[in-house]
């Protein structure tokens, strides 16, 4: 499975592609959770990618592309893999296509998670986050076992410091002028394809798996 999953802030993107990491055993590609790792760290990549992410704005295209570039050469993506926030925008979709096409990977589907915006921002302000595996939580719709700790492996949830009103609009107006082109753009390629994501998780995964496996 080569997937590209597409979708606003807090579709679910992130928590799609984590069941189908775990039923398909292939890597989630989160540029999201690249350039964080990286902020984290403190390196001159985090550093800059910092000041555009706090805005709610995109990074440079070719800092995300040479991410990219470096991730997609790995053995593990040999198997498939699921791409969660790139591409963003034309021109990094149409790197992306060359650039699999060199390397003899072609993508099978682009996946797109809609769901209604007023849906949204409760979303994205009630989420949690997992300091050590990621996983991800919603103190509305999916808290925690015990506040504040990750039911799988222990470790501290975080808030997102892009999750704040402010931001998360700046975030959705970003997504509709740049990103909702792409739905076109892989209409016309005829990869495309969409699921609902309002209800279950579990029901959504279901779905999602009838659309991209039939099964
Ligand atoms: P990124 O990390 O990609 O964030 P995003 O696209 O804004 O998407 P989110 O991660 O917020 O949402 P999601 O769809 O993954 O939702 P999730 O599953 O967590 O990007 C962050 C920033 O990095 C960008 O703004 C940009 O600056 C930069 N960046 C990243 N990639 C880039 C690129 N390619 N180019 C340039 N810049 C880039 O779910 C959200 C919440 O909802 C969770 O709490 C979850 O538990 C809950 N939830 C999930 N499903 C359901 C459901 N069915 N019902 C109820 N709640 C649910
Ligand atoms: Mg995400």
Redesign the pocket.
């Known amino acids: 499975m080569r997937l590209v999953l597409l979708?606003a802030?807090?579709?679910?993107?992130?928590?799609q592609a984590k069941k189908l990491i775990e039923k398909h055993g292939i890597p989630q590609i989160?540029?999201?959770?690249i350039?964080r790792k990286a902020v984290a760290d403190g390196s001159p990549l985090g550093k800059e990618?910092k000041s555009?992410?706090d805005k709610?704005?995109?990074?440079p295209?070719k800092v995300?592309i040479g991410l990219i570039e470096d991730r997609l050469k790995q053995p593990d993506c040999k198997k498939g893999f699921i791409l969660?926030?790139?591409?963003?925008n034309t021109a990094?979709a149409e790197t992306l296509d060359a650039m699999l096409k060199k390397l003899n990977m072609p993508l099978d589907s682009a996946l797109s998670?809609d769901v209604p915006k007023d849906d949204l921002m409760k979303?994205?302000t009630?989420?949690?986050t997992c300091k050590g595996c990621q996983q991800?939580?919603?103190v509305y719709?999916?808290p925690p076992k015990k506040n504040g700790v990750c039911d799988k492996c222990g470790g501290e949830l975080f808030h997102r410091d892009?999750d704040k009103e402010e931001t998360i609009k700046r975030?959705l107006d970003v997504y509709d002028a740049q990103t909702a082109p792409l739905i076109n753009y892989y209409k016309k390629s005829g990869i495309l394809k969409s699921v609902i994501?309002?209800?279950?998780?579990d029901e959504?995964f279901k779905k999602v798996c009838i659309i991209l496996e039939g099964k």
């Open positions: 979708g802030p807090g579709a679910g993107k992130g928590t989160s540029t999201g959770d350039l990618a555009y992410m709610g704005e995109l990074v295209d995300v969660d926030g790139f591409p963003r990094q998670v979303r994205l009630g989420r949690r991800m939580y919603n719709f999916s892009d975030r994501g309002v209800g279950g998780i959504i």
